[in-house]
């Protein structure tokens, strides 16, 4: 009895203790608690939280009633419907830029007989007044009082058109120089024109690139083509990603290079050992080579839906912006890209793009 009773008493002393443990415990978190709530960081960085959970649309829309659910649900049927017109509105943007293109062509063939040397330009078509005649007119004079003898030796060469235009466009474009090698600016110099050809009414929504060559060392080719395929509907898993055509897939064409003469591979010797006689033997093996003429021998995209890896998306990206700016930029606008204009412009219009942004981050920061 006496026993039991030692045992009981324990047990009350060892769950008392335990209570005021607990006790103690809790009485530190909220100690510590009233501490960290006091901290007016802490707060700040809570009410910031808070702030910004409220504001995030997606946890206002779960709070609505399910009946104005359903209308926002009916709004985005609505916006599909808008995504399909606008789908069809670039297919007949696509046919404008197919007829107005027949409009430009004989004003580009023009463009290519005065760059190549074909036809000389009239005194009326050779007249263009500067934004700043009058220095060009005081430097040109004093530069003729200097250069008498080297104008007439000039002359006597009789320089035919506009000499390597095609090669200077690929030098001054940062996106183009990229891309071109040592190797392949003897190449270049042979780009006669560039044309941009669209596909034709009925068919699948795409164009052609064609890069128009001279007779050369290097291939025989007069025309190598990049054929861009484009696609301009909404797609059925995100609709509401659409904003206009977008290139899907390119194709090249085969360059018939002359015997020695291809610039995209390149011959590398390899030792080899043999197992067994342990003798070794020297092999000759063709590798890739970098070369601005790759472009005409691009990723092909899986038509079996399989995904290419993050280096090919990035190529294969690359060259669809490549493409884009080949029809809209530098075709149409040729001859401000030789001179350099058209950089400036493009840099200007950069800048000022950042210096918005520049605008928006601040007004954001306030």
């Not at 990603?241 to 995209?264: A, H, L, Q, R, Y």
Request: aromatic share 10%; hydrophobic share 35%; with cysteine.
């Amino acid at each position: 009895m006496e026993d039991t009773g030692r045992r009981a008493g324990k047990a009350e002393d060892t769950a008392s203790d335990s209570v005021d443990a607990a006790k103690n415990a809790s009485d530190k978190k909220e100690k510590l608690a009233d501490q960290v709530m006091q901290n007016p960081q802490v707060l700040a960085a809570l009410q910031e939280r808070l702030d910004n959970t409220a504001l995030t649309p997606s946890s206002y829309i779960e709070t609505l009633p399910k009946a104005v659910k359903r209308r926002i649900d009916a709004l985005k049927q609505l916006q599909v419907k808008c995504a399909h017109i606008e789908a069809k509105f670039y297919e007949e943007v696509h046919d404008l830029e197919r007829k107005y293109a027949a409009l430009y062509q004989p004003l580009f063939d023009k463009r290519r007989e005065f760059i190549n040397g074909e036809a000389e330009p009239t005194d009326a078509e050779s007249e263009w007044h500067s934004e700043n005649e009058e220095e060009e007119k005081l430097a040109g004079d004093l530069k003729n009082a200097v250069v008498i003898e080297e104008k007439a030796e000039a002359e006597e060469t009789n320089v035919k058109g506009i000499p390597d235009f095609w090669f200077t466009i690929f030098r001054n474009v940062d996106m183009l120089s990229e891309l071109v090698q040592e190797y392949d600016e003897p190449i270049l110099k042979h780009l006669q024109d560039i044309k941009v050809k669209f596909s034709e009414p009925g068919q699948p929504m795409s164009f052609s690139l064609e890069f128009h060559f001279g007779p050369n060392d290097y291939f025989s080719n007069t025309v190598l083509t990049k054929t861009y395929k484009m696609k301009s509907e909404p797609d059925k898993t995100d609709p509401f990603s659409f904003e206009g055509p977008e290139i899907v897939d390119c194709e090249g064409c085969t360059i018939d290079w002359k015997k020695g003469k291809n610039v995209t591979v390149k011959t590398i010797k390899k030792k080899q050992k043999h197992k067994g006689r342990g003798t070794v033997r020297t092999i000759t093996k063709q590798v890739p080579n970098d070369s601005f003429f790759n472009f005409f021998n691009p990723i092909k995209v899986s038509g079996d839906g399989e995904s290419l890896d993050e280096d090919s998306e990035f190529t294969l990206a690359a060259d669809f912006e490549i493409g884009h700016f080949f029809r809209e930029r530098i075709v149409p606008r040729a001859v401000l890209y030789f001179t350099g204009e058209a950089i400036e412009d493009d840099d200007n219009f950069e800048e000022g793009e950042e210096g918005e942004e520049e605008v928006r981050c601040i007004l954001h920061l306030l």
